[in-house]
């Protein structure tokens, strides 16, 4: 028996680290860093150019 107590990571959670994540607008293939969601749903990822399309997400 050991003295470590483990608990189990959430599967919603975001590992450590940078994330990369692909603006979702038509012919846009950039870093996209404005994430769209509602609850417990997966996220839409939009540049700041193209935020405006991702609030239809919310």
């Known amino acids: 028996m050991s003295d470590e107590i483990r608990i189990p990571k959430p599967e919603y959670a975001t590992p450590a680290g940078v994330q990369h994540h692909v603006c979702e607008h038509d012919g846009c293939s ?3 860093g404005w994430g769209f969601v509602k609850p ?8 700041y150019e193209h935020r405006a399309e991702g609030e239809h997400f919310l």
């Open 30 to 32: 950039k870093d996209a």
């Open 40 to 47: 417990k749903y997966a996220p839409h990822w939009f540049r």
